[in-house]
């Protein structure tokens, strides 16, 4: 009997180590899964952050404009249809280009005086044209108001046509007012001579898609344009996607010149990029 006793006692004594190990273990184990997930926090914190610039990298590539083109689908009569930026393409009641005919003589005389500065230009091959910036200190005034010269690109043929005819090129002069108005200036390209400063342009033209190149020259566009001033003036809009309106658009009467060999390098690198003219509608166009 006593044996059994002392038998029981050690049995006892036995299971409660047991309890104790198991406690310590357990407490141990969850001592384990507490620091665990403590750990795992910032890196479970730093994948969600890094899957963030993913999401926005997706949806800035959303938010990209559609492209387009001057041929096939993606020309100018489907540009209202590649994107809901690009409705005015086509609802638009005051587009650019138009044919300039039956002008009328307004009863004040708009005065434009230009201001150009000698430039060292950067030239770019957007896809859609050669276009050349940094044109620093070059604005004009027209009836006492300055617009700053932002950029200048090129078409060809001509987008706007005078009675009809078209032109072999066309150059607009873009230029911005100070609360953000847009006036394009646009200068008619003969073929029937060779311009200098035109020359030295060509030379430097990028080839490539998104090509830059920095001209190494400083050049005057006041030995570009024109000398007389005569223009013809009516309210467009940009003649490229997402055609926005409420331009101010002066077109030149005189032309500048331009040798063919410069016009088939062009339409070489960039094709044709003239969109069609657009219907006049109710607008009038001023002869100054």
């Given at each position: ?5 002392v ?14 190990s ?5 407490n ?6 507490v620091?665990?997930?403590i750990?795992a926090f ?16 997706e ?7 559609a492209?387009?083109?001057?041929l096939?689908v ?9 994107s ?17 005919t039956m ?19 950067h ?31 090129f078409h060809?043929?001509?987008e706007?046509?005078i ?5 072999p090129m ?6 911005q007012?100070e ?7 646009a200068?008619m390209m ?7 400063v035109?020359s ?24 570009v344009?024109?000398t007389?001033t ?12 997402p055609?926005?309106e409420?331009v101010q658009?002066i ?10 060999q410069?016009?088939?390098?062009f339409?070489?690198?960039i ?7 657009r ?10």
């Amino acid at each position: 009997m006593k044996q059994n006793l002392v038998s029981a006692g050690k049995g006892t004594t036995k299971m409660k180590i047991h309890q104790k190990s198991f406690l310590f273990l357990l407490n141990r184990l969850s001592m384990f899964l507490v620091l665990s997930l403590i750990l795992a926090f910032p890196v479970l914190a730093a994948d969600k952050h890094q899957d963030q610039p993913t999401r926005s990298k997706e949806a800035s590539t959303k938010n990209l404009p559609a492209h387009w083109a001057y041929l096939g689908v993606e020309s100018p009569s489907h540009w209202a249809m590649l994107s809901k930026e690009y409705m005015t393409c086509e609802t638009g009641t005051r587009q650019s280009p138009i044919n300039i005919t039956m002008t009328h003589h307004g009863d004040h005389h708009q005065k434009l005086v230009f201001h150009y500065q000698t430039s060292q230009l950067h030239e770019m091959n957007n896809g859609h044209t050669i276009q050349i910036s940094h044109v620093s200190n070059c604005r004009v005034d027209l009836n006492d108001r300055n617009y700053q010269l932002r950029q200048f690109h090129f078409h060809a043929p001509s987008e706007h046509h005078i009675e009809g005819q078209a032109f072999p090129m066309e150059m607009h002069l873009v230029h911005q007012g100070e609360t953000g108005h847009i006036l394009v200036i646009a200068v008619m390209m003969k073929t029937d001579a060779t311009q200098p400063v035109l020359s030295k342009l060509w030379k430097w033209l990028p080839e490539q898609l998104e090509q830059e190149v920095s001209f190494p020259l400083e050049l005057s566009l006041t030995n570009v344009l024109p000398t007389k001033t005569h223009h013809y003036a009516y309210s467009g809009s940009l003649t490229t996607p997402p055609c926005t309106e409420g331009v101010q658009w002066i077109v030149l009467k005189e032309p500048m010149h331009v040798t063919q060999q410069d016009v088939d390098q062009f339409v070489q690198i960039i094709g044709h990029n003239a969109r069609p003219v657009r219907p006049l509608r109710d607008r009038h166009i001023d002869d100054d």
